[in-house]
Structure formats: structure tokens, C-alpha cells
């Protein structure tokens, strides 16, 4: 089969996977509104069925958010507010299963410059991968603020040394096969973490499993308004994120 045969039969295969987008997003005020509907649109504007999964702190606020995606055709799920980010992470799995999805792309609202390549995703899978994580490259280390390279770097240094498998699962947006994810299924419904533990725990837990996990790296810079080298935003990954992908990289050896 030639290298044109191969290309074409990827891409047909692809086209026959039903595809879901999930988000989880949070909704607080008009400003964080605003945010949230231009990553939705960007979503939906891959052709995709796309579920989020929202926390807000008023109810006016879930309405208005369902009524400006009703015509992008955005389902919006209102998140079980005690189960904090780590449920409402776990509520998106479950949706996307409950989609009825072949394929099923996580990723968070503040990674929509990064779109175009969640497609590169699928191809992934299809070429017989049970998930992927998208990874940052080496030259997108210097785009990014110290205070979250140097502790994600840290973390994927451990991850690489405990688990024998080199790559960037800290930047955050993933995909699974359905298949894979029913596998995986009641430990997910077990895992009772709230936090962003889930996150690093799935991955680690799929490698520990034997399932085929592949990084697929890209050059990305950080958004506008991301995290600075100043004392909170040091303070934020060191004492809170740092520990809880720690906290899920051990849950999920066990």
C-alpha cells in the first residue's frame, strides 16, 4: 500500500468515528460568560458535537449560557457543584460515553488557540493509539511563565522516571477511544478525588493498564492573561496544583 493509500485510508476511517468535544468551564460573572462562549464556538466550529459541563454561581448565569450555544448546538450540563473539578472533569467522561462517542477529545476552555491540532487527535487514535494527550515542545517551555513550566516540567520528569514514558501530560487536553475509556470505566467511577488529581491520575492509570498511550507534541504559546512569576501564581502551582498531580500520579500506581 503507498504512502497516498495509507493517507486516504486514515482519513476515511476518521470520518466514519463519531467525534465529541468535552469542557469543562465555569461560569462566575459576565466577564468569565464572555470568555467561555468564544472556546465553545471555536469547538463547534469543528464540525463536532461539543458538551460542556458548567459550574456557576447563579442560575441566570447556566441560562444564559444554554440560550447564547443553542444555535451552535452546544450541550450545556449544570456540574455537581460538591464534586468540585475533579467531578465535574469526571462528569465530562461520562457524558461524552453517554454521547453515544467513538472518540471522546477533552480539553479546557482556556486551550481554544489550540483547536486545529485536537483534531490531530483523532488521527492518533485511529492509527490504533487507546489515547493521546497533547503535549507541548520543547521551544514552547520559553512561552510560557516560570511559575508553571519549572512545576509541570517537575511533574513530567517523575512521571517519565516512574513510568518509563517520556512526555507532556500537564498541559491538559487529551483523548480516549470509548472503547478504552469502558475499560477503564469503574475505576473512574470509583476515583473520589475533587480536584485536578483526575487529570494526571487518567493517564497514569491507562499506562498502568497496558493501554497505548502516545504524546503528540506542538509548539504553543501561553494566552494573554495567563499566569505570572508573581508570589500567588508560584504560590497556586506549588502548594496546590503540584500536589494533586503528585496525588494522582500515586493513586494511580495502586
Not at 515542545?137 to 513530567?156: A, D, Q, V, Y
Request: proline share 3%; charged share 20%.
Amino acid at each position: 500500500m503507498g504512502i497516498c493509500e495509507v493517507h486516504l485510508n486514515i482519513r476515511r476511517r476518521t470520518l466514519e468515528k463519531k467525534v465529541v468535544i468535552v469542557t469543562p468551564t465555569m461560569v462566575r460573572d459576565l466577564g468569565e460568560l464572555s470568555r467561555v462562549l468564544k472556546a465553545l464556538e471555536s469547538f463547534a466550529a469543528t464540525g463536532h458535537q461539543v458538551i460542556t459541563v458548567n459550574r456557576c454561581g447563579r442560575l441566570n448565569l447556566q441560562e444564559n449560557l444554554e440560550g447564547s450555544v443553542k444555535e451552535l448546538g452546544v450541550e450545556v450540563i449544570e456540574a455537581d457543584g460538591a464534586a468540585g473539578i475533579g467531578g465535574q472533569i469526571k462528569q465530562c467522561w461520562l457524558a461524552g460515553i453517554a454521547s453515544g462517542a467513538d472518540i471522546i477529545i477533552y480539553t479546557e476552555g482556556d486551550k481554544y488557540q489550540v483547536t486545529d491540532e485536537l483534531l490531530q487527535l483523532v488521527k492518533v487514535l485511529v492509527q490504533g493509539a487507546d489515547a493521546v494527550a497533547l503535549a507541548r515542545n520543547w521551544r514552547s517551555t520559553f512561552h510560557f511563565p516560570i511559575s508553571r513550566w519549572l512545576p509541570e516540567t517537575i511533574t513530567n520528569i517523575l512521571q517519565s522516571v516512574m513510568m518509563r514514558k517520556i512526555g507532556d501530560w500537564q498541559f491538559g487536553p487529551k483523548a480516549f477511544t470509548v472503547e478504552a475509556l469502558q475499560k477503564m470505566m469503574p475505576m473512574i467511577s470509583q476515583y473520589g478525588r475533587i480536584n485536578w488529581q483526575i487529570a494526571t491520575w487518567l493517564l497514569v492509570k491507562a499506562v498502568r493498564l497496558g493501554l497505548n498511550v502516545q504524546t503528540l507534541s506542538i509548539n504553543v504559546s501561553a494566552m494573554a492573561g495567563e499566569d505570572s512569576n508573581r508570589w500567588p501564581d508560584w504560590k497556586h502551582r506549588l502548594f496546590k496544583q503540584l500536589p494533586q498531580a503528585w496525588q494522582g500520579m500515586w493513586d494511580a500506581l495502586w
